[in-house]
């Protein structure tokens, strides 16, 4: 004779079973569309981050006029600092980034990011380098994110051939 009551169970379980074997499949379906985000906000959720947002904007249309809005950048240590590059620029020479490096390293850097050029966004893999943005061609607005770095005074500078000496300014973390 069948017994009913653990027939029932075992469907239960079946359908407990089936259940989370579709959850894991939609988890995973959405996952894999944008699992850049959603370890994002996960990550914001769980550390609460400080934003310490900061516009800067590249004027000037030449290679001696050409400069950030901004000098000096100061933060607090612990925050998360997101830039804002607006380039303002119209020739086509105005292509510019930001990279933050340490203190007294910005000519260092700026060899480096000559030297892998173009193909690499002219963003080196160097030991002095904290944080750098994507380019931005004329017109064009890039943001970039990064935790600030511990207590201390830092360089930035804009990495596009024959720029650093113009583009520059520091970072000031408190
Ligand atoms: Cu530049």
Redesign the pocket.
């Known amino acids: 004779m069948l017994n009913f009551y653990k027939l029932n169970k075992k469907m239960k379980i079946l359908n407990q079973f089936t259940i989370a074997l579709f959850s894991v499949i939609l988890l995973s379906s959405c996952g894999s569309e944008s699992p850049k985000k959603e370890v994002e906000t996960k990550a914001e959720v769980l550390a609460e981050k400080v934003w310490e947002e900061i516009e800067v904007i590249?004027i000037g249309n030449t290679m001696m006029e050409?400069k950030y809005s901004v000098e000096n950048i100061t933060v607090q240590e612990g925050s998360w600092v997101r830039i804002i590059l607006k380039?303002e620029?119209v020739d086509v020479a105005?292509?510019?980034?930001i990279l933050f490096v340490n203190f007294g390293k910005r000519k260092d850097v700026a060899l480096k990011a000559n030297e892998v050029g173009p193909d690499a966004d002219f963003i080196p893999s160097h030991s002095e380098l904290i944080a750098a943005s994507g380019l931005a061609l004329p017109g064009e607005t890039v943001t970039l994110e990064f935790e600030a770095p511990k207590k201390g005074n830092y360089e930035f500078f804009?990495?596009?051939p024959?720029?650093?000496d113009?583009?520059k300014g520091y970072l000031f973390v408190k």
């Open positions: 590249a050409m380039n620029g105005m292509v510019h980034n804009c990495s596009y024959g720029h650093a113009m583009m």
